[in-house]
């Protein structure tokens, strides 16, 4: 990958993770870009105040300058857990039956977001530039814009665009879509997502979509990107060989006393399809009674969100299910799902997908999902596992040589597991090989070399392309 040498970034989002080990794929992506270029990461610190009060709290966390700002107790309730949270997420994600409208939510959602524009604002500089990320921050662009940074912007959104259809029963829409000109790109995970952003665009505000992917709408323009994110390949590569991953791997190999480990990873979300997912494997189990006491499904569902009452209500129903499959098929010496409500280190999550014979990544609907991209990494190159991939995630896209299936159909996913599990080792390492070429490629820092070149390429147009005369200096050197 060519390096682009470009401005300082500013990275805007609503939880800010530059410091190390704990830190995801993606914020290691990111910390890369803003040592890379310097810069800052600002956002949210996750502390509550009293009352907002704006004061910036700065940090350096692996190279890494940060500043980050408490929240009230209302902007919490009603931007993260409310819009964000019970509104956008839900409705983004197909859920409209889930999605709670409420203008109180809409509104501290635009508090919340002024407020970081007048936060955020005095550390941008002339030549920076910003990169907003996901739909906590929809309307961030248009707040700097309000209060003249003329800088390059950017969003990246880390989930799906939902179909205009469900999109119009947001009653803010129009207004929240708008907001999003002030923009000069926008990044999605997929081609459908980006589509279905278009389709909006040209059927809902009556605007226009060129060729090269250019949005026009009231004399605006912005530049749409497919960009997939993808993880950091050589390090999770790496951590699958570590100490702990390869100890992980002997113990829940032996706990499985010969039978194949199917493993699922997934944060306890409605979107990650974890009950159709259960209620596959046990159409499984009950189709095919001969295999069924030479499986066992670990799966592991760190809870998420615990303030908001559809994770409450989903943590419920999951550990039922749970108990009425283990109830009904366990016999003295097998139970068929332990499932795990804990997070663990990146190393241990290595070794239990290296450790597997199968990755059930089912989700109803996914921006990316980047557990099916370190399942592929984590593999022994000489006995793979087998990855199945729900056809609505965004992964699906590019990841073709997964066993793709229906998330929705239990006897889909009873099928896949058939199939999986009867696969010979020659079509395992073909179809790994071709997957684990793709993840590596268009790995973490693929992804943020490809946004922020296209940020620094997008052409600028009016006033913009040309903010202020060049003054001749005493040096003979222009500046502006
Ligand atoms: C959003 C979009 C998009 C999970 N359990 C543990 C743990 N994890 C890590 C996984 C993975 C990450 O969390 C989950 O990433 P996903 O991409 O699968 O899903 P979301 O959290 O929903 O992320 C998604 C993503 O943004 C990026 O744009 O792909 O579509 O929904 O890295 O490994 N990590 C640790 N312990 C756990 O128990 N340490």
């Known amino acids: 990958m060519e390096f682009y040498p470009m401005s300082r970034l500013i990275v805007i989002s609503n939880r800010v993770s ?23 990461w600002f956002g949210w610190s996750g502390e509550r105040i009293d009352e907002f009060t704006g004061q910036i709290n700065f940090r350096i966390e692996d190279g890494v300058r940060t500043a980050t700002v408490d929240l009230e107790d209302q902007d919490i309730e009603e931007y993260y857990n409310g819009f964000a949270n019970r509104t956008l997420w839900p409705l983004f994600h197909y859920r409209i039956d889930l999605a709670e409208y409420e203008r109180s939510f809409a509104g501290g959602y635009r508090r919340a977001n002024e407020r970081f524009a007048d936060t955020v604002l005095p550390l941008i500089e002339p030549e920076d530039h910003v990169w907003v990320q996901d739909y906590h921050m929809l309307p961030l662009g248009s707040e700097l814009r309000a209060r003249g940074v003329t800088n390059r912007i950017g969003f990246f959104l880390h989930i799906p665009w939902p179909p205009r259809r469900l999109l119009v029963t947001l009653p803010e829409v129009r207004e929240l879509v708008e907001t999003l000109f002030a923009y000069d790109l926008i990044g999605f995970h997929t081609r459908e997502w980006l589509d279905s952003f278009a389709d909006f665009v040209v059927h809902e505000l009556g605007g226009a979509i060129s060729d090269d992917d250019v949005a026009t709408w009231n004399g605006q323009r912005l530049k749409l990107l497919v960009c997939p994110a993808g993880i950091d390949a050589a390090e999770f590569k790496a951590l699958s060989e570590s100490e702990t991953a390869r100890r992980t791997c002997i113990r829940v190999r032996e706990s499985a006393v ?39 499904l670990l799966q592991i569902a760190p809870p998420s969100r615990g303030a908001v009452e559809s994770y409450q209500q989903i943590r419920t129903r999951l550990e039922g299910l749970a108990g009425k499959i283990n109830g009904a098929h366990a016999a003295l010496d097998w139970v068929p799902i332990r499932y795990v409500n804990q997070a663990y280190g990146r190393d241990v999550l290595a070794g239990v997908y290296r450790a597997s014979r199968i990755g059930l990544v089912t989700p109803l609907r996914d ?4 557990v099916a991209k370190e399942y592929v990494a984590a593999q022994d190159p000489s006995d793979p596992g087998v990855l199945i991939l729900s056809r609505f995630a965004g992964a699906a896209e590019e990841m073709t040589e997964a066993v793709l299936v229906n998330p929705h159909s239990a006897e889909e996913i009873s099928d896949a ?32 070399h490809r946004f922020t070149a296209a940020l620094s390429a997008v052409e600028l147009h009016g006033e913009r392309a040309n903010p202020l005369p060049l003054i001749e200096s005493d040096e003979g050197h222009e500046v502006a």
């Open 18 to 40: 530059a410091g190390g080990g704990a830190a995801g794929g993606l914020a290691v992506a990111l910390s890369a870009g803003l040592r890379e270029n310097g810069g800052i």
């Open 258 to 296: 010969g039978r194949a480990l199917i493993v699922g990873v997934d944060r306890l979300d409605y979107s990650k399809g974890l009950e159709e997912r259960f209620q596959g494997y046990e159409r499984f189990l009950s189709e095919h009674p001969e295999e069924r006491k030479e499986v066992v």
């Open 367 to 370: 921006g990316m999902n980047l």
């Open 417 to 448: 597991i058939r199939t999986a599990l009867a696969m010979p080792l020659a079509e395992r390492i073909s179809r790994w090989e071709r997957l684990m070429e793709k993840v590596q490629q268009q790995d973490v820092m693929w992804w943020l």
